[in-house]
């Protein structure tokens, strides 16, 4: 039985674009809204992005807003092509179409974006575009912007009462009854042990994976929290082996990435001997499509031994430096390098997943009244390769699309209230909520699970930093059966060797844990997944003869390998 129409309880789990996009637009159809984020409100990927926002713009933009050349269509186009042609049409036709209306909505908000001197909004180009498209704030602190105006609008309306904000809170879990979602299990530092909060809708927006390996541009916060506990309670996932690596972050800096734009804008790359090594590699040589850009920075690197190759951008100017890109100039600065004369060393790192928590068009995932956007989603629009600035802009356009679809359902009566759905005697309950236990222990025990690992007694201990190098040598820009197989045998035995989290485990244990989890679910997608296609690269691979590439089938806990059981270790709240 569904309540009456009216205001749900919505909880946001994440505070990046996607995330309070999601918020900001419930609050707006006044349902009762609930953000909850990790650390602070700011700490985002979307805070960390550089490169700008995708989006053809037209009339509704204003004088000279548009670009007579560039189309809808073509950011289809580049999109589909970007995405090694396994992308979802209609979701990406859907992303490209909605673009302008979404870049509305952020200047409605508040955020600035580059303009002309003459007023119209400044469009710079990027790798595997067609047409200069993007969108940029600040230069190369576009993110950052979005960011602010944000987070701005969300505190605002947490002052006014109109939502609250749970800053330092963590997920420790989705709650799961009666099969659909009816709120979380959270850790903050009032509650160091986790209390469950109910929801009648669920919306996971809690960014992708980077701190799977050893280098990446994402930040600390990256642990995907979000997709482990979706894992857990049983929702689909799909395309978990395609994980995007940057091409350019500055060696030594921790992960201070340097944006494709710096590209776009002319800087090439140089090997040790000063040659410009990716004209072999591709037609479009440095703005070829970011993983043939990435590789082939990691063969060359292998060629001598392993240092940095040079990303030269003196050419450009101090001055033209300063002022487009101030934030990665102010990094540079920081390193002790001067890159207005001197080319500065750049490696790969990990910085986009493409795969995720299966949602539709709506951002509805397999669980009733559990939502994925953002990195945490699979909505299909990335394929096997994501195009330069489309992360953003997908944030945006998902986000809001979540929050219609919450208010649609509720108005539709087709999101029953999880207060009303039935107890474990089966009758209704005033707050049914109350009574929410454990996720159910499935499938093997641990112990079975992994049985008769071969070397197991020789298996290094785990650590965090253990698991990164070993996701970076056997999962990263190169894998092959073997070296996957290597990484799968560690993997288990850790896995095996890991104690069931209990109510008082810390934020950093129960992340590693999801970290296991989802280092062993992005392993097994990558064993299945012989051809290689997009971000994922196989040097041992076995195309089907005479067959078309095809997306990989759903991951999920009743369809993974019998090796690999998510639930029976359900967290312990």
């Known amino acids: 039985m569904a309540r009456e129409a009216g205001p749900l309880r919505v909880l946001v789990i994440g505070s990046g674009i996607a995330g309070l996009t999601a918020a900001l637009s419930a609050c707006a159809d006044g349902h009762d809204v609930s953000v909850v984020t990790k650390t602070t409100l700011d700490d985002t990927a979307t805070s960390h992005a550089q490169g700008g ?41 859907e992303l490209c179409r909605s673009a302008e209306a979404r870049i509305l909505e952020l200047i409605a908000l508040g955020t600035r974006f580059d303009r002309e001197p003459a007023g119209a909004l400044s469009r710079g180009l990027e790798a595997a575009h067609s047409h200069a498209r993007i969108l940029h704030a600040f230069g190369d602190a576009t993110g950052r912007e979005i960011q602010r105006a944000l987070s701005a609008a969300v505190r605002s309306a947490a002052a006014k009462g109109e939502l609250r904000l749970l800053e330092h809170t963590f997920l420790a879990d989705v709650a799961v009854r009666c099969e659909r979602a009816v709120g979380a299990w959270l850790l903050s530092p009032e509650a160091p042990t986790p209390r469950f909060h109910c929801a009648d809708a669920v919306v996971l927006a809690t960014g992708g994976t980077g701190q799977l390996f050893a280098h990446t541009s994402n930040p600390a916060v990256a642990t995907g929290d979000g997709i482990a506990a979706a894992a857990r309670a049983g929702a689909q996932l799909a395309d978990l082996e395609f994980v995007q690596f940057h091409p350019t972050v500055l060696a030594g800096s921790g992960g201070a990435l340097i944006s494709e734009a710096v590209r776009g804008e002319g800087a090439v790359l140089l090997n040790e001997a000063g040659e410009r090594f990716l004209l072999g590699v591709h037609p479009d040589a440095e703005l070829a499509p970011r993983d043939i850009v990435a590789r082939g920075i990691a063969d060359e690197m292998a060629r001598q031994d392993g240092r940095p190759v040079r990303l030269d951008a003196r050419h450009l100017g101090r001055e033209f430096l300063e002022r487009r890109f101030p934030s990665i100039t102010a990094h540079i600065d920081e390193s002790g390098l001067d890159w207005s004369r001197e080319t500065v060393p750049v490696t790969p790192a990990a910085h986009y997943l493409m795969g995720g928590v299966v949602t539709d068009l709506s951002g509805r995932t397999s669980i009733p009244g559990l939502f994925a956007a953002g990195e945490t989603a699979r909505t299909g629009v990335h394929g096997a390769n994501r195009l330069a600035s489309n992360s953003l802009l997908e944030g945006a356009v998902f986000g809001r699309r979540v929050a219609e679809a919450i208010h649609h359902d509720a108005a539709a009566r087709s999101l029953a209230a999880a207060d009303q759905l039935p107890g474990p005697d089966g009758a209704r309950q005033a707050d049914g909520c109350a009574d929410v236990g454990l996720i159910p222990q499935v499938g093997q025990t641990a112990a079975a699970a992994t049985a008769g690992v071969a070397g197991a007694q020789a298996t290094p201990a785990f650590s965090r930093g253990a698991l990164q190098e070993l996701m970076w040598a056997h999962a990263g820009l190169h894998r092959s059966g073997p070296a996957l197989e290597d990484a799968k045998r560690t993997l288990d035995a850790w896995a095996e060797a890991r104690p069931t989290e209990g109510a008082s485990s810390s934020v950093s244990d129960r992340e590693d844990t999801n970290l296991l989890l989802l280092a062993r679910l992005t392993v097994a997608a990558a064993l299945a997944r012989t051809e290689s296609v997009g971000a994922h690269f196989r040097s041992d691979e076995h195309p089907a003869a005479g067959a078309a590439v095809a997306a990989s089938p759903p991951a999920s806990p009743r369809a993974l390998p019998r090796s690999l059981p998510l639930r029976q270790k359900a967290m312990a709240h």
């Open 53 to 93: 926002i995708a989006a053809v713009l037209g009339t509704r933009t204003g004088p000279g807003g548009g670009d007579a050349d560039d189309s809808v269509e073509s950011h289809v186009r580049d999109t589909v092509a970007a995405g090694a042609g396994l992308g979802d049409p209609r979701a990406i036709e």
